[in-house]
T-cell receptor
Framework: DTGVSQNPRHKITKRGQNVTFRCDPI?????LYWYRQTLGQGPEFLTY????????KSRLLSDRFSAERPKGSFSTLEIQRTEQGDSAMYLC?????????????FGPGTRLTVT | SQQGEEDPQALSIQEGENATMNCSYK?????LQWYRQNSGRGLVHLIL?????REKHSGRLRVTLDTSKKSSSLLITASRAADTASYFC??????????FGAGTTVTVRA
């Protein structure tokens, strides 16, 4: 257990529905990241927050995706009008740059299945 | 697009043997990291090597980095059944974003 939690762990939804995932980072970490991982591949970067500011969004993050980190604590990732291609593991990570370098601590992930 | 490529894609070894996997990448980096992922779980950080370092050790892990060849290797010595997992290299160009390869799946047979 890295100290990063994600909920739910699994989500099955029908195409066209909206889904929201939550990530609770390690409390003192000011950076939070979202990645997406499909079967047999490594994680791909989606977006990144420093405190409450969203500083970068990948081109993978279409306008159906939105992420927030109110008050610089937990974060949510919402997917609107889900498509079957959205089926993947969504991973959250947090870090505290400095003495630990750039090591990121990952949560267990939320596995999304769109039927 | 993914920055790194691991080789081999899959590796099967007997308990007690050493496992070596390689990672190649395309652009200059600040540091390179290795992560382990057990089936269906999150990633666990193993080791970080900076661009000005050539070799690093952590327990049974040994990582090398050759920036001239844009490659890195991870050696796991005296493997155990618990080492069965997927291993990913991830490069960092600036100070935050990890770019992962597709990973090497390691199976350690008892």
């Amino acid at each position: 257990d890295t100290g990063v939690s994600q909920n739910p762990r699994h989500k099955i939804t029908k195409r066209g529905q909206n889904v929201t995932f939550r990530c609770d980072p390690i409390s003192e970490h000011n950076r939070l990241y979202w990645y997406r991982q499909t079967l047999g591949q490594g994680p791909e970067f989606l977006t990144y927050f420093q405190n409450e500011a969203q500083l970068e969004k990948s081109r993978l993050l279409s306008d159906r995706f939105s992420a927030e980190r109110p008050k610089g604590s937990f974060s949510t990732l919402e997917i609107q009008r889900t498509e079957q291609g959205d089926s993947a593991m969504y991973l959250c990570a947090s870090s505290l740059p400095g003495k630990q370098g750039y090591e990121q601590y990952f949560g267990p992930g939320t596995r999304l299945t769109v039927t | 697009s993914q920055q790194g490529e691991e080789d081999p894609q899959a590796l099967s070894i007997q308990e007690g043997e050493n496992a070596t996997m390689n990672c190649s990448y395309k652009t200059s980096i600040n540091n390179l990291q290795w992560y382990r992922q057990n089936s269906g779980r999150g990633l666990v950080h193993l080791i970080l090597i900076r661009s000005n370092e050539r070799e690093k050790h952590s327990g049974r892990l040994r990582v090398t980095l050759d920036t001239s060849k844009k490659s890195s290797s991870l050696l796991i010595t005296a493997s155990r059944a618990a080492d069965t997992a997927s291993y990913f290299c991830a490069t960092v160009r600036n100070d935050y974003k990890l770019s992962f390869g597709a990973g090497t799946t390691v199976t350690v047979r008892a």
